[in-house]
């Protein structure tokens, strides 16, 4: 028969894509080798399901001889042996035995356990086809997610609305695949691709072959998935052994083939003349999953489920999956998941019911949700909570957990009762106050006990004492007293009421404590809750009547720009200091930052408000300036309103406090004046016609006129007169009236005008006036400095007639002066005065450039008649100088007369002679001092004697009023010596520059009296 033709060669010939139904009928039945026929149907794996079928079918059917046979030899030869010393033949070496001797038997029946195998898988297959025509759940409800794709055409769908045919998924696994690959490769791809009936469908029908690798296939289970899904597939309890129940098999076929038998596989195994292919067809690089083929105990499912939980939470984050399946565990009879579960159901009250923000990008955990605290699992789940939805997240979500955390305690052995509430309180004191009125409203005392949060009224008044004390806002006030208004009311007895003390006696406590230290900035609503716990009800009435004095205060402060926490009432409660500080705040900041106080009402009204924190309520309790006197307070207020600089408004007041209120006329001029020396001290210039300088000014019209009155006004016109001359503190820096407030020496800002303006000397009343006006009115010491310093600025401008003017109206005045002096020449002043009027009159008189002799003789008469006696042999130096130039100028006069009388007489009038100066007195004054005759003046000791003098008192001036050079008096002091045809002493050089030094200035006088 040609090659064409042989059935065997045409068989192998056709390709599996080809092969056909009518080919195993019409090629492969026809022959008649059941070994090869068998081995051809073992070889074929198509994707036809009704071929695949014949296929098997065909090599069942032509196997069943063989495994006849088999059976027929394992029956025979294992009967017993009738010897009585031999051994029965057991079934599987009789079969093993029949296998060596007929190995075609053998590979028959080998084949047949395989085809069986891949018949039943083919049923599981078509079965799967079945249950799950569309591909299995996510097949189906993918189609229902995608009906709105964005990328589908517009006619992608069908006209009837039905889902066209390429949306229909595809089986994941072919049935040659699904019949080749191992078992648990499919249930595991199955399950990976979220085919779960295909995959429950595999595991029912192949229980005995796949439960050994359950947990492998159940941890290929996507996380997310929820439970209910495979909650068939979860372990469970078996009771009765308490541990991993066994599956309940549900095979194709009830009983099993005599060819799959362990005794047939047995056999087949140890047939060495036969090989056998592998049965696996695995593809390289899958490895066999951990496989646990016995039932695991009860503590190893809790362990299973706690890890299936970690892997559900850290993979995925689904709190609710995770709670669902520890549910479905427990109620499965795992043990040990109580505590995990309400873990679980905690942390998923945290994650979904609790109230959350949409920028909160919090991952939470199971670990993280470990390490947490109770205080911080509270703040967690109330978070994002409002006012609105305060009390009832608090009531749905932290109560349930302080139950739990209870219950723990009590499971543990440590029973802590208190335990909730302490957790809950801690909560409360730290939490921000708009949250804790709403607390407090959902724990009013009329509502019924059940509903409310704190249901324990002297709890609820501890916690407002301890959280409004403890808070340092300044600007809720309202919320305060809304929690205010939600504190109990007690009837309190009389004898109870003493009790009151405790209270008082805490708060004075209180205000020791909260008060900042450099070991605690600031104490918290927690610490100051010990303070209030120990206290009575008769104690805690006793402190909500003083909260309540407390916030009205602190609402008053508030309403005029000043808030103090309510700490601040606790602090200054008997601290008269800090009362009054507060109250000065408050005139002045209300004056200075509020748009209200324009009108003469707004005024009454803040005064109203001060005096209102100084009266005493109904419950014998005093506001926050209650250590302050009511005029006190009225004072501070006037000098808030004089410092607002609405100067009308106080003149309008002042009628009020002078008649109704009974303000004394000494405490309103007090007043008045501080405030006018607070506006000169922050004015920026010395005029006093604008801005702080003038109501400065405008402060002193209040009051009637007294001294202190005229003397301040005086003072500021004294410095707008100062400001005029420009006079600086610094180079270029105008000087400020603070800084000529605080100058010691005022006299000094006088010489700094005279010195920077040349003409000012000219003005002598103007002066005069200015510095009476700087507060020497009436004061003959600084009249004669100011005499001083006009005389040497006109001698300094060489205007020597103002200048012997000045000198002689101060010598005048000394005149006066002494003889007015209780003490004479000994009172201080009156030192004082003849010390600079001496100098004055030496300083003018010994000028070379004044050729008035007779009027510097007189000068230096003055000064010989004022001087200290250390002084006379100076003076008489130059009194002998200016009379030997006198004399001699008189007698060239003569000498030119009687040449030319008409020419003498045109010249110039006779110099005056020593008999001008009063000579009595002077010659008195010499008598008295037993004085030497004028010749020994002469003498060098005497010149040596005046130069030591003049140096003394050149030594002590702190500064010159002006310098003139040595050239020019010296010219003239040589020109009248060679005059007088004598050789000057040496000693007189020395008294010259002595004199040139005094001729410098007499400022220094005004100095340092």
Partial sequence: MPASQNPYTRWTNIPDAELTADDVEQVLKPLTDDVWVVAACFDRLVDDVPLQRELLDLGLQRSEGALGRSREAALFNSQPSTAEDTLPVSSADALAAHFRGVPADARLCWMRSVLLDRLDRLNTYEEILKTAPLGGRDASEEADDWEDDPWADEGGSSAAGQPSASATPQFPISPSEFLSDDLWQSAISLTTLQWLEASRTLLQRHSAKLWKYRFSILHCIPAHLHPTEYRDWLPEIDPTTDGERLPVENNWRACQDWSESPEAQLALTECPHVSFPELSFSQDGDHEPHTHPEPLSSDELSSWYKRRVDHIISSTGMIDVALAIVQHGASRGVPALDELGEELSLLSRLVYDAPQNAQSDDDWTLARWRTMDSSTVIRSYLKNSTPESIAEDISRLVLPYLFVIEARAERAGNPDPSLPTRILYDYILSAPLSLVASIFEASKPTLPVSQRLIRNDEDVARLALACLYGCGSLDEWPTMSRIFECMPAWDIAQDEDNDGDTADTTIALLSAFVTPTTSRAQ???????????????????????????????????????????????????????????????????????????????????????????????????????????????????????????????????????????????????????????????????????????????????????????????????????????????????????????????????????????????????????????????????????????????????????????????????????????????????????????????????????????????????YALELCPRDKLHDILISWRRLETEDIEARQERLEMRRNDPTTVSAKRKPAATVSSYPAASLRARLQHFHMPTPPLLSTPDAAALATRTFRSVAANFPFSVGSRGRSQASHLDDAASSRSGSRRPEGDDVSAQASRVLSKGIGWLIGDE
């Fill in 523 to 861: 104490c918290t609503p927690a610490d100051l809750l010990v303070f209030f716990k120990p206290l009575p009800i008769a104690s805690l009435s006793r402190a909500l009547d003083i909260l309540d004095i407390h916030l009205e205060s602190g609402e008053i402060l508030s309403r005029w720009s000043v808030p103090a926490p309510l700490r601040w009432f606790l602090q200054s409660h008997n601290d008269a200091s800090q009362q009054r500080a507060w109250a000065t705040r408050m005139a002045r900041r209300a004056g200075g930052t509020s748009d209200k106080l324009d009108t003469l009402d707004d005024w009454e009204w803040l005064l109203e408000d001060m005096l209102k924190l100084t009266n005493e309520g109904e419950s014998g309790l005093r506001g926050s300036f209650g250590l302050l006197p009511r005029n006190e307070v009225i004072g501070i207020f006037l000098g808030g309103l004089l410092s607002s600089g609405k100067l009308d408004i106080a003149q309008s007041l002042l009628k009020v406090l002078r008649t109704k209120l009974s303000l004394e006329s000494q405490t309103i001029e007090d007043i008045c004046l501080t405030c006018s020396r607070e506006f000169y001290d922050n004015a920026s210039s010395g005029n006093y016609k604008f801005g702080d300088m003038k109501l400065a000014y405008d402060c002193l019209d209040l009051p009637p006129p007294s001294p202190r009155i005229i003397q301040e006004k005086e003072f500021i016109e004294a410095t707008s007169r100062l400001a005029s001359f420009n006079i600086t503190s610094r180079p270029g820096i105008p000087i400020s009236p603070i800084e000529i407030r605080l100058t010691k020496d005022r006299l000094s800002l006088v010489a700094q005008v005279l010195s920077s303006n040349a003409d000012a000397y000219k003005h002598t009343e103007v002066i005069l006036e200015l510095v009476r006006k700087l507060g020497f009115r009436d004061d003959t010491v600084a009249e004669v400095r100011t005499l001083a310093m006009l005389a040497d600025s006109a001698l300094q401008g060489e205007d020597f007639t103002r200048a012997y003017d000045a000198n002689k109206r101060m010598i005048d005045i000394v005149h006066n002066f002494i003889e007015s002096a209780p003490l004479g020449k000994e009172d201080v002043q009156v030192k004082q005065a003849l010390e600079v009027c001496w100098v004055a009159c030496y300083q003018l008189g010994r000028q070379p450039e004044f050729d008035d002799v007779e009027k510097k003789l007189s000068l230096l008469g």
